[in-house]
């Protein structure tokens, strides 16, 4: 093998291992209400934010200072500060990532999310398109869901 053949192989490698384990990055002019440019959402957002809500990446479990948020409010997108979720429809999953059995009315939108070879519903912002978590069908009732967000993807503002 030529050094130029091991150096294309291991850049092909890693966009291929990219795709795979985190699927694939919300681009600007998808069909949202709110779009940036790729250089503008890095300017607006922190590098962590930008890493969840642009690429579909997932902080660490127990990281998120939402985790622990329990007075009266709404959660909002980071992103653009669509309200997504009561305060009264959170709970704790013991999953370390703040969870919820419902969204606000159009606040979210789902896709199949075949990334890390398993099939889940990815969550994203309905008003930017910026990946949140994932709804998974073991959470409580009335609605048995467990909307389970990336805290980072998200504000809070109290009641």
Known sequence: MTRRSVLTATIL???AARYAFLGKPAQAG??????HTDAEWRKLLTPEQYEVLRQQGTER????????????GTFACA????PLYASDTKFDSGTGWP???????????????T?????????HCSRCGGHLGHVFPDGPQPTG??????GVA?????A
């Open 145 to 150: 869901l467990r909307y389970c967000m990336d």
């Open 99 to 113: 969870s919820f059995w419902q969204p606000l009315k159009g606040a979210v939108g789902t896709s199949v999310d």
């Open 30 to 35: 998808e069909g949202f209400a709110v779009t």
């Open 61 to 72: 479990p127990f990281t998120s200072a939402l985790l622990d948020e329990h007075r009266k």
């Open 154 to 158: 998200m504000t809070f503002h109290p």
């Open 79 to 82: 992103g653009c500060d669509l």
């Open 115 to 123: 990334s890390g070879f398993v099939t889940r519903t990815e969550v």
């Open 13 to 15: 490698g890693a966009v």
